[in-house]
């Protein structure tokens, strides 16, 4: 008797079985992994932010922020330093934001005084940590999500999500001179715990026919601080 060979789809079934190429991935999917991110950055009570940017305007008499360091403290306060390019000079901004209002205090001056942030070409920074219309809100506003393989941050390992956002709720979180236009972004979630630790948002931030970029890190989930209004 001679042996019939195996249909080739039967084969490669076989082959599946046999590796176990038929089990279910685990891996979430795209929309899962923004989900968590969300999730874990709207549950933290306080985290610390670095903001940087590239291909800014090197020359000009716009006014628009170029980097920027603090913390955030849930709902709506945050404490920092921000690198601002007003009417084309450089100027190094202390920023505090606390129950609705913004602060400035510009070099040489002696305290804090209250201000709209668009002044300095940016919306308030208070609202980071909002579910609602702060960053957690960009993950779930993405209108398309694809994973991107896996990087590393400062020794940590990183899921990356390439999403796309409409430009309307960037705009109102950060800038843009032009929020009909999209922005593409990249979001990288730690492995472990799902906390987003990197944030880049490519979009017509400072011209509206140039697209520039935002680097946003996140990082000191829970951090233990005290945001308050300046004294009057």
């Known amino acids: 008797m001679h042996l019939r060979p195996l249909p080739l789809l039967g084969l490669v079934a076989a082959l599946a079985a046999a590796c ?6 685990s891996s979430p999917d795209a929309r899962t ?20 940017s590239k291909d800014a305007p090197s ?22 330093t921000l690198q601002v ?3 084309g000079l450089p100027l190094n901004l202390s920023v505090l934001s606390a129950a609705g209002t913004f602060y400035v205090k510009l070099p ?3 305290g804090f005084v209250a201000t709209d942030p668009s002044k300095y070409g940016f919306s308030d920074p208070g609202h980071l940590l909002d579910p ?4 957690s ?6 209108t398309s999500a694809t994973l991107d393989g896996r990087d590393r941050l400062n020794g940590e390992e990183l899921d990356e999500v390439k999403v796309s956002l409409p430009g309307k709720p960037v705009a109102d979180l950060l800038t843009s001179a032009d929020p009909s236009q999209a922005v593409q972004g990249r979001i ?14 490519t979009g017509p931030f400072f011209d509206a026919h140039n697209s520039s970029t935002y680097t946003l890190i996140l990082d000191r989930y829970g951090e233990t601080v005290q945001i308050t209004p300046p004294p009057h």
Do not use: E, M, W
């Open 137 to 142: 809100s960009l993950l779930a506003d993405a």
């Open 85 to 87: 390019v007003f009417n």
């Open 108 to 110: 040489f001056a002696a």
């Open 20 to 25: 176990g190429g038929s089990q279910p991935s």
């Open 188 to 201: 990288g979630l730690a492995t472990g715990t799902h906390q987003v630790r990197r944030v880049v948002l």
């Open 33 to 52: 992994l923004l989900g968590k991110g969300k999730a874990a950055v709207d549950a933290t009570s306080a985290l610390h932010f670095t903001l940087t």
């Open 59 to 80: 020359a000009g008499t716009g006014t628009y922020i170029t980097g920027g360091q603090g913390d955030a403290q849930r709902p709506n306060a945050v404490s920092g």
């Open 132 to 135: 609602a219309a702060g960053l």
